[in-house]
């Protein structure tokens, strides 16, 4: 019968090695790791002020588009009344300016603002850009949360104004004509 011999000091190193591996794999498994190696990054206040800056002109882009969308097909001729034409039109910017403020507010909140601070920031946002004239700005690459803010917004906004246009064009169809008995 053969004995197998294994130096003692074998035996500890094995065993260190198998307590490291179980607790590296408790780490991984608990996040740990992915919490040290994975660096927060922090941006500044001139690059949040950029970041939102950009993430403004996106939204005010979106809805200036819409709105000129609408504006262009009321000039058209259409089978509905000026009246029902105007009635669409206000009723829509409406809608989008409320969805312009529900982006703007959803910015604030992105950037560490809450409450009543975020409507603010919001009704103030719009105000100036309102007034202000389609400036353009520098090309910035939007963080993932405020890109995600104004691309819903893009294409919500979309959205609204495709169905203004079809209201306007496509008049409600009137019953037609039964047989006469």
Known sequence: MRVLRIPRR????????IIAAASVAVAARSGALASTFDPVAVADTRALGVQRT???RGIQRAHAKAVEQLRK????RLAITAQQAVAIETKTVDELRTLRTSAFVSVAEALGTTGDAAQRYASETAARLDASAGTQSDVVLLAPRLYAIVARMSDLAAQLADRGTREMTNPDPSPSPGRSP
């Open 10 to 17: 074998a035996l500890w190193i094995g065993l260190a090695v």
């Open 54 to 56: 950009a993430a403004e």
């Open 73 to 76: 097909t009321r000039e058209l």
